[in-house]
């Protein structure tokens, strides 16, 4: 079969669909905001629209300002998207960092214990204080990891409520 264009509507809320079209060569073209009614939850979901083509698309594109307007504001979004992708990424590798010099400070003192332990030079009451001062430090990494993943998460939700802003404001030049 020799398909030139094909294109598809995939849930904005599903991304395990959204990769299985981008694996098969699909690409995301498009954001339907209220696009399909779901009946079980008695409210409109967003579509994302993913299409696969051949050829290239012509450069030559005869369009009014206003969609160029559109184009122009949506390349910042991605451009925005793309930045905190990396931030998060970033983000990500420096916690993943942390935890593992943590946990290696740990290992190291686990080694001191067990080595002192079987020279009997440490009792067990000072094993038990050790361990004591072991878990705080786990609760004090976890603590921060905590709100750490908090204040991104928070970071999250206030882009894709201007994100949000920014679509209604798009739809209502549109009008």
């Given at each position: 079969?020799?398909?030139?264009?094909t294109?598809?509507?995939?849930?904005?809320?599903?991304?395990?669909?959204?990769?299985?079209?981008?694996?098969?060569?699909?690409?995301?073209?498009?954001?339907?905001?209220?696009?399909?009614?779901?009946?079980?939850m008695?409210?409109?979901?967003?579509?994302?629209?993913?299409?696969?083509?051949?050829?290239?698309?012509?450069?030559?594109?005869?369009?009014?300002?206003?969609?160029?307007e559109?184009?122009?504001?949506?390349?910042?979004?991605?451009?925005?998207?793309?930045?905190?992708?990396?931030?998060?990424?970033?983000?990500?590798?420096?916690?993943?960092?942390?935890?593992?010099?943590?946990?290696?400070?740990?290992?190291?003192?686990?080694k001191?214990?067990?080595?002192?332990?079987?020279?009997?030079?440490?009792?067990?009451?000072?094993?038990?204080?050790d361990?004591?001062a072991?878990?705080?430090?786990?609760?004090?990494?976890?603590?921060?990891?905590?709100?750490d993943?908090?204040?991104?998460?928070?970071?999250?939700?206030?882009?894709?409520?201007?994100?949000?802003?920014?679509?209604?404001?798009?739809?209502?030049?549109?009008?």
């Amino acid at each position: 079969m020799d398909i030139n264009y094909t294109e598809c509507f995939v849930s904005s809320y599903k991304p395990k669909h959204q990769k299985i079209f981008f694996n098969a060569g699909f690409r995301p073209r498009g954001y339907l905001p209220s696009w399909k009614y779901n009946y079980k939850m008695e409210k409109f979901e967003d579509q994302i629209v993913f299409n696969y083509f051949k050829g290239n698309i012509d450069k030559n594109m005869k369009i009014i300002p206003e969609t160029n307007e559109l184009l122009e504001s949506l390349k910042k979004i991605v451009e925005g998207l793309n930045i905190l992708n990396a931030d998060m990424r970033r983000t990500h590798e420096t916690v993943n960092s942390e935890v593992f010099k943590q946990m290696s400070g740990i290992e190291k003192e686990l080694k001191s214990l067990r080595k002192l332990i079987s020279e009997e030079i440490v009792s067990m009451e000072v094993i038990k204080e050790d361990i004591g001062a072991l878990k705080k430090r786990i609760d004090q990494i976890e603590t921060e990891q905590k709100a750490d993943i908090k204040e991104l998460s928070n970071l999250i939700t206030d882009f894709i409520g201007s994100i949000r802003v920014f679509q209604d404001r798009i739809t209502r030049y549109f009008k």
